[in-house]
């Protein structure tokens, strides 16, 4: 058991094997010894590949001493949510009205993934269809890989697991609010949600039309960029997406920083809400592209508050627009925060719902002119650390109850996806208590590159990624 | 706008022929009054001509 090889970016990994100096069988079995020893606890995974996965590598290894031509990630094992279909193994959406359901093709990100060499490990924890909030995982409690007391953040928690405790050398998430880089946040991963359109919707689950975006979810910056120049590009069958390749994202990776302008965005550093340990190393952040090069300048979005509120209006009421038949004929089959939470988008009158798709067009125009002026936005991705799992397991009990839960935060990372635009998560503190503190950074559509630059060049200057979750 | 009250939120449920349990109905209650709520500064924004087109790219 090697807890450095596993931790090992998976840019350096498909190296060593490219160079006959891995064996993709030794490093499948590697990560599925860490999932046998670690997973009872964290619960990342739904479902392990465990024979596919070797008999893959086995044929991965043979490729590599025949001399084939090998694709980027040739050989490197991958987790992806269970939102996301792969042919013959089940997609529950992490509920039980799906546990038998299995698809019968791969949605296109993970054609894509195994084209370039990658080799499916398993289908990773969530919450149910992808809402957040789940009260009883059906498939087990996911746990952060920091303190097991610990919420891993979500939807895409198991991601976030996987990556951060080295599960899997690179994993898929979805993000239609957040449930990228909440989970990257929370875990100490880097968490990439791509501009809307970039990467093929197709095979996923559906929570929101114009809104839900697949990304990777990884412990490097650089493995980020690598996953999404893999995944990304049109896709034939969805007349939404771009119709071209994108730019090319891991040759500007090193392109620094110097001349880029950076608007820390005053709303969401400067509210009342804020965790102090969180606004310090965000700010401190800031600080740190500043020395790099960028010239870092105060924002104000007055209406990106409200961003939180007009997405629940307009995801939830998308969610319960889809749930209709299971909501009337197996109300019981729902996890009841999902059902409760359901249940209210459907009865939410129409006017407020056009209000908040009109609101929606108001805060992206916001957003969007706040990008002609700057490069980049900057924010806390959430503004406390990953809460005690027990205290999402609380029932709502009051109006202002339930307003203090879901609102406030989820204005944090949703004004991007109101906009459409690329925001990424990376790692950028720890709290006294030792979790993690996320940075969020914005920018322009289909600007994913420079999203990723920056993130590069700040990671590259700070500790941050080299800390790891003890096993 | 006054609350609604868990038999509002039962009748707007029975329209759509979704039966939320009395367990659920209070919590539902609770939700969507948190939601009309969190939306009622909207009524502030210059909206009427803003389009409610997704802004999708």
């Known amino acids: 058991m090697s807890a450095p090889l596993a931790f ?100 296109p990100v993970v054609t894509r993934l195994r084209a370039a060499g990658a080799i499916l490990l398993g289908k990773l924890n969530l919450t149910e269809f992808a809402l957040g909030g789940t009260q009883r995982f059906p498939f087990g409690q996911p746990r952060n890989p920091w303190n097991v007391e610990h919420d891993p953040g979500g939807s ?31 875990c100490g991963a880097v968490g990439h949600r791509p501009t ?27 493995d980020a960029a690598l996953v999404l120049s893999i995944i990304a590009g049109p896709d034939a069958g969805d007349a939404r997406m771009r119709p071209r390749a994108p730019d090319d994202v891991l040759t500007r990776l090193r392109d620094g920083i110097g001349g880029l302008s950076i608007g820390v965005v005053r709303e969401l550093t400067l509210g009342a809400d804020m965790d102090a340990e969180v606004r310090a190393a965000v700010l401190a952040a800031a600080d ?66 056009h209000q908040a798709a009109r609101a929606r067009a108001l805060i992206t125009r916001e957003v969007l002119a706040a990008l002609e002026r700057v490069d980049l936005l900057l924010t806390p991705t959430q503004p406390r650390p990953a809460p005690p799992i027990a205290s999402g397991q609380a029932r709502v009990t009051s109006k202002a109850d339930a307003a203090a839960r879901f609102f406030t935060r989820r204005s944090y990372t949703t004004p991007f996806n109101l906009a459409a635009m690329p925001a990424i998560s990376l790692p950028c503190g720890f709290t006294a208590a030792g979790l993690p503190i996320g940075l969020q950074l914005a920018g322009r559509r289909y600007d994913d590159a420079t999203v990723l630059r920056a993130a590069w060049a700040y990671e590259q200057a700070t500790p941050w990624h080299r800390r790891h979750p003890q096993d | 706008m006054a609350d609604l009250t868990p038999a509002d939120v039962r009748a707007l449920a029975a329209a759509l022929g979704l039966t939320p349990t009395e367990d659920d109905l209070l919590e539902v209650t609770h939700r969507l009054n948190a939601m009309l709520d969190a939306l009622a500064p909207l009524a502030t924004l210059p909206l009427d001509t803003v389009e409610p087109a997704p802004p999708t790219p």
């Open chain 1, 8 to 107: 090992t970016p998976a840019t350096e990994l498909a190296a060593q094997i490219r160079e006959a100096r891995l064996s993709p069988v030794a490093l499948v079995r590697t990560y599925l010894d860490r999932v046998d020893r670690l997973d009872g606890t964290l619960r990342a995974y739904i479902t392990v590949c465990r024979e596919q996965a070797l008999a893959e590598a086995e044929r991965r290894e043979q490729a590599v001493a025949r001399g084939e031509r090998l694709g980027p990630l040739h050989g490197v094992p991958f987790a992806v949510k269970d939102q996301i279909d792969t042919a013959g193994i089940r997609t529950t959406a992490g509920s039980r009205l799906l546990a038998d359901h299995v698809s019968t093709a791969d949605a």
């Open chain 1, 156 to 186: 895409s928690s198991g991601s976030g697991i996987a990556a951060a405790a080295a599960l899997a050398a690179v994993t898929l998430g979805e993000d239609t609010g957040g449930s990228i880089r909440s989970p990257a946040s929370s």
């Open chain 1, 196 to 222: 809307w359109g970039l990467v093929p919707r197709a095979g996923c689950i559906p929570l929101c039309w114009s809104m839900d975006a697949i990304g990777p979810i990884t412990r490097t910056v650089e």
């Open chain 1, 288 to 353: 740190v592209l500043g020395t790099l090069g960028a010239k870092v300048e105060d924002v104000s979005l007055p209406l990106v508050p409200l961003a939180g509120a007009v997405f629940m209006a307009l995801a939830d009421s998308e969610g319960a627009g889809l749930h209709q038949a299971w909501l009337r004929g197996r109300p019981g089959d729902y996890d009841s925060a999902t059902r409760r939470r359901l249940f209210a988008a459907s009865v939410l009158p129409t006017a407020a719902y």
